[in-house]
């Protein structure tokens, strides 16, 4: 089964035969299945008011346990962003009254950032329909490709975090 990418790989190899660009053809596909995949799930997401990083900390929060509550030191670990860049998905999402912030008691120069029953019960819908849309995105890998390929993206990205 040939495709565009082939076609583009095809004449590098003829303009540039002393070059070995097959990881080219190898991320250029990568590209085209992360834009498709994240197009298909932010239509989940904005169906529902909210955008990726949204629905990250709700899910954080939720997946947290009782009483669904973090510091946002823990959220910015959990997500791997920095606490200032959390700002404006807090506002967003207290605004929405799917969170709330309050003092902590344990360190009253922090605050703590808990799941509302409103928010709670919003990530629990959107939770089921993100994992039945990766579910039917996902369907036609065979299961034993899908351990293949989990295990060599799980390779990549190590390695990636060792350079």
């Known amino acids: ?18 070059l070995d660009l097959s990881p080219m053809g190898v991320f250029a596909r ?3 299945v992360t834009r498709a995949v ?8 904005t169906r529902h008011g909210l955008r990726q ?15 669904y509550t973090l510091i946002p030191s823990e959220l910015s670990a959990v ?6 860049g959390m700002t404006n998905r807090l506002d ?9 912030r309050s003092l902590d008691p ?10 509302t029953a409103k928010g709670r019960e919003l ?25 293949v390929l989990d295990r060599i993206l799980r390779g990549m990205l190590a390695s990636k975090n060792q350079v």
Do not use: K, Y
């Open 1 to 18: 089964m040939s495709d565009a990418i082939d076609l583009v790989m095809e004449q590098w190899r003829r303009e540039r035969p002393d």
């Open 53 to 67: 990083g949204e629905f990250d900390v709700l899910s954080a929060l939720r997946r947290s346990g009782p009483p």
């Open 38 to 45: 994240e197009s298909e799930v932010d239509r989940v997401f």
């Open 79 to 84: 997500l791997m962003m920095s606490r200032a």
């Open 106 to 115: 344990a360190d009253r120069r922090s605050f703590r950032v808990s799941l």
């Open 92 to 100: 967003r999402l207290e605004a929405a009254g799917l969170v709330e």
């Open 30 to 32: 990568l590209a085209l």
């Open 123 to 147: 990530i629990d819908v959107v939770l089921a329909e993100h994992a039945a849309n990766l579910q039917r995105l996902a369907s036609h890998l065979d299961p034993q490709d899908a351990v």
